[in-house]
Antibody, heavy 129, light 111 residues
Framework: QVQLVESGGTLVKPGGSLRLSCEGSGFPFSDYYLNWIRKTPGRGLEWLSSIRPGGGNTYYADSVGGRFTISRDNARNSLYLQMDNLRAEDTAVYFC??????????????????????WGQGTTVIVSS | IMMTQSPLSLPVTPGEPASISCRSGQSLLHTNGYNYVDWYLQKPGQSPQLLIYLGSNRASGVPDRFSGSGSGTDFTLKISRVEAEDVGVYSCMQVLQTPYTFGQGTKLEIK
């Protein structure tokens, strides 16, 4: 069964740090771009960050760049989001989602995008004193 | 890239059609001919789910009453006949370039 499972959400004080995890199963984890997205109370979905299959390239939303760090450990089928200097406005449900699939044939890499087609169940982060 | 959806609230009678518009601040048409816009639905109490990718491609398992259309900067999600299970918040998302951005979301409710 193809799935992503997030963990690590909790109550944290403003200025604090937290590390979220997302474990994948049922698919070749190391072949996919992975993303973090959040849903804040009263606001819509917000894309936060993305990471290439090999982990070498990372991308961030302006709202979290410099405070959040995405990483992955393909040997553990795990994606992470290190969140530092947390603010009240970071209170949200955080989701990981699967993105572009990469395929290597010989020396050529191919990219196949079929949407963010697998999402985790979400983990809740509350930033409050 | 700014994504602007309308309407933000959409009450619909079951069996009737529904349409949601999404406008982007710049063209989402890639040189490969695909429009890099997706549509997602977040039902109450659930994670978001993919409905449409690259403008008009229905995701696996999505009923054929859902369709996506448009090109460039103007996109539309249509539901041919709304069912009670379609309630939730619909969001468009551009994936042409990072930072990826979502529209504000359209809340569909049943009359």
């Amino acid at each position: 069964q193809v799935q992503l499972v997030e963990s690590g959400g909790t109550l944290v004080k403003p200025g604090g740090s937290l590390r979220l995890s997302c474990e994948g199963s049922g698919f070749p984890f190391s072949d996919y771009y992975l993303n973090w997205i959040r849903k804040t109370p009263g606001r819509g979905l917000e894309w936060l960050s993305s990471i290439r299959p090999g982990g070498g390239n990372t991308y961030y939303a302006d709202s979290v760049g410099g405070r959040f760090t995405i990483s992955r450990d393909n040997a553990r089928n795990s994606l992470y989001l290190q969140m530092d200097n947390l603010r009240a406005e970071d209170t949200a449900v955080y989701f990981c989602a699967r993105g572009t699939q990469t395929l290597v044939r010989g020396v050529q890499m191919y990219y196949h995008y079929y949407g963010l087609d697998v999402w985790g169940q979400g983990t809740t982060v509350i930033v409050s004193s | 890239i700014m994504m602007t959806q309308s309407p933000l609230s959409l009450p619909v009678t079951p069996g009737e059609p529904a349409s949601i518009s999404c406008r982007s601040g710049q063209s989402l048409l890639h040189t490969n001919g695909y429009n890099y816009v997706d549509w997602y639905l977040q039902k109450p109490g659930q994670s978001p789910q993919l409905l449409i990718y690259l403008g008009s491609n229905r995701a696996s398992g999505v009923p054929d009453r859902f369709s996506g259309s448009g090109s460039g900067t103007d996109f539309t999600l249509k539901i041919s006949r709304v069912e009670a299970e379609d309630v939730g918040v619909y969001s468009c998302m551009q994936v042409l370039q990072t930072p990826y951005t979502f529209g504000q979301g359209t809340k569909l409710e049943i009359k």
